[in-house]
């Protein structure tokens, strides 16, 4: 088994309300040194061990479903399990 | 003239639509469920509706591009017939490439609903050669990823092709760049627009400048 963490972030020209409000949030709380905030999601994939070309084929999965280039960056990890 | 309206789980608007094709402008109509895309070859014009097809996993829209359905919507479009996107059926459109752009959630992060005034940006367009150009129109609009993204490069690029059909005139344009609405791909069959011109096509709902999207595309087939 092969675990790949693929980190999703939006892309930096794109403006992110839920950072803003929650970076707002925290400076709220005493937190003032919080100079920006970006959420984005990590997928976690589970592959099974005969797959060969994980890089080639991860990278595929992203560009065809898991992000959004137009609007997303992403990278991800592979870790032996 | 036959007009498909392709169905995935969880579209929502499906029926309003085959109500404005079928109940008034008196077409035909036949609602496609996904796994019977396929035919869309048998019809003129394909819609696909709003709704939250696939429950807006991953990203609305995401999850209908991978369906075998996408691959005939695509063949469907290829083939230079018109194609239109409302709502969700736009974030399809979008997230398959159909047409230019993305859309993000609203800037206020909340699902919005409402009407909005529109300016018809392109009226040379087959959806909208039954308006004027600059003319102010009504449509109503539901929706929590509205908020369309496109980077200057490719804005630059459809401003030069006349790709932006209609902008929102209002100051609710929920975070949209260049005020956008409405979008068509460079070849122009494709249209992807988020606010709802089939709620707007009949005295009773309140609002009928939707209609002339139907003739416009009544007109260019026939």
Redesign the interface.
């Known amino acids: 088994m092969t675990k790949v963490n693929v980190y999703v972030t939006l892309r930096e020209s794109v403006v992110d309300p839920q950072g803003t409000a929650a970076q707002k949030a925290l400076q709220n709380m005493g937190y003032e040194e919080v100079k920006s905030v970006r959420i984005g999601k990590l997928v976690e994939l589970e592959l099974d061990g005969t797959t060969t070309d994980i890089e080639t084929r991860v990278d595929e999965m992203c560009k065809e479903l898991l992000v959004n280039r137009v609007i997303e960056d992403y990278r991800f990890e592979i870790e032996e399990a | 003239m036959k007009f498909a309206i392709l169905v995935f789980p969880g579209s929502g608007c499906d029926v309003d639509m085959h109500r404005a094709v079928h109940g008034v402008l008196g077409e035909e109509a036949t609602l496609i469920w996904h796994t019977d895309a396929k035919r869309l070859v048998d019809y003129d014009a394909v819609f696909v509706p709003g709704g939250a097809s696939y429950g807006d996993y991953?990203?609305p829209g995401?999850l209908a591009?991978?369906s075998d359905a996408m691959r005939y919507l695509r063949e469907f479009a290829q083939s230079g017939k018109p194609v239109v996107g409302v709502g969700n059926g736009f974030q399809i459109l979008?997230?398959a490439n159909l047409v230019?752009?993305?859309l993000?959630?609203n800037?206020?992060?909340k699902f919005q609903t409402g009407t909005s005034k529109l300016i018809v940006e392109n009226a040379t367009s087959q959806f909208t050669s039954e308006y004027t150009k600059g003319e102010e129109i009504t449509l109503p609009f539901a929706h929590q990823y509205g908020n369309y993204?496109?980077?200057?490069e490719t804005l630059q690029e459809m401003e030069v092709n006349h790709q932006i059909i209609f902008t929102y005139q209002d100051e609710q344009d929920h975070?949209s760049v260049a005020k956008i609405a409405g979008v068509i791909n460079k070849e122009g069959n494709v249209l992807g627009m988020m606010p709802l011109p089939e709620r707007a096509v009949e005295e009773i709902l309140g609002h009928v400048d939707g209609y002339r999207l139907f003739k416009s595309i009544l007109k260019k087939v026939e």
């Open positions: 991953l990203r995401a591009k991978g979008a997230e230019p752009g993305a993000l959630q800037k206020g992060l993204y496109v980077d200057e975070g």
